[in-house]
C-alpha cells in the first residue's frame, strides 16, 4: 500500500508553508543546494547509524556493503564486494 505525504506537516500553519515556499522559492540555486545536500547527508547519517544499531558487531565495512546493498540494490554490494576482495588480494600479495 503506498504511503501518502500530507501536503504540509499536521503542525505547520498553512501561512507558515506559504512562508517557507516562498522563502525557498527566493533563495539562490547556491542556497537550495545547499538545502539539499545538507539534507541529503543528514539522511544518510541517520540510515548509517540505525544500521551501526541493529548489527553492533558488523565490521565498518561490512556496514558498508549493508548499506550499499539496501540504498543501491543487491547487485552493485555484490560487485563492491567483489572488488574490495580484490584489492584486499592485491594489496596482501605486494606485501
Not at 584489492?87 to 596482501?92: H, K, L, V
Request: net charge positive; charged share 25%; glycine share 4%.
Amino acid at each position: 500500500m503506498p504511503v501518502t505525504i500530507p501536503p504540509r506537516p499536521a503542525d505547520t500553519s498553512v501561512e507558515a508553508e506559504r512562508v517557507q515556499i516562498d522563502l525557498l522559492r527566493k533563495a539562490p540555486v547556491s542556497r537550495r543546494l545547499r538545502l539539499a545536500w545538507s539534507l541529503s547527508a543528514t539522511v544518510i547519517g541517520v540510515a548509517r547509524r540505525a544500521l551501526a544499531r541493529a548489527q553492533p558487531d558488523a565490521s565498518q565495512q561490512d556496514l558498508d556493503l549493508r548499506f550499499v546493498e539496501l540504498h543501491y540494490g543487491p547487485d552493485l554490494a555484490a560487485a563492491l564486494r567483489a572488488e574490495l576482495i580484490r584489492r584486499q588480494g592485491r594489496t596482501e600479495s605486494s606485501q
